[in-house]
């Protein structure tokens, strides 16, 4: 496949971002590499807003990519379709490439969302997974903005913006996922039941 990319070069100068995002640039660029920044940035403008699980889920596309050919990839996300989880299949998307509409992202319908998802090319398939401690980890710092300001409230949006750029700096990729190998053929098979025998 042919990548058009828009930007010729990309803007990575803190000057051209709000404050609290570029009080984290070019500490961030120096950690995780131009390629992230790049990725967490299209995925928030995408997303609407600088959220927790869109910007994991770039980087764990982004992870994703390190082991697998962009090009060919297919992912089933168990993130769901509902917010805040499902937020996570936005920055699956623009991370790799698999987007809906080239037909290589598929968001399963759940009532127990994950932050898992299983990528797959006809050579090799593997699920990531972000670890338990770093999900209980979030999930106690956003029922502390609801606590603090009530659900979809302004300061309660400030909270979770305040958190996605503190995540963003702090969260390296290689740590904060489990790579599971899973049999090739796999994508023939249900992503719950390959997450339930991965134990993730």
């Known amino acids: 496949m042919i990548h058009n990319d828009v930007f010729d070069t990309f803007p990575l100068s803190a000057d051209l971002y709000a404050a609290d995002v570029a009080a984290i640039c070019e500490r961030t660029i120096a950690r995780y590499g131009s390629d992230e920044w790049r990725k967490v940035t299209l995925t928030n403008a995408l997303h609407g807003h600088l959220g927790i699980y869109s910007t994991l889920g770039a980087k764990m596309g982004l992870r994703a990519c390190e082991e697998m050919a962009r090009d060919e ?39 127990n969302p994950r932050p898992v998802a299983l990528f797959h090319t006809s050579e090799r398939s593997f699920l990531l997974a972000l670890k338990s401690t770093h999900l209980r980890r979030i999930q106690h710092d956003i029922a502390e903005c609801i606590l603090r300001n ?48 991965a134990n993730v």
């Open 73 to 111: 990839m297919e992912i089933i996300s168990l993130a769901g379709s509902r917010p805040p989880m499902s937020c996570m299949n936005d920055g699956l998307q623009v991370a790799t490439g698999s987007t809906l509409g080239h037909g290589l992202i598929t968001a399963t319908l759940s009532h």
């Open 150 to 197: 009530g659900p979809d409230s302004e300061g309660y949006w400030a909270d979770v913006r305040s958190l996605a750029i503190g995540y963003w700096e702090h969260m390296d990729r290689h740590e904060i996922f489990d790579l599971v190998p899973l049999p090739i053929g796999s994508r023939s098979v249900s992503a719950k039941s390959s997450a339930a025998r």
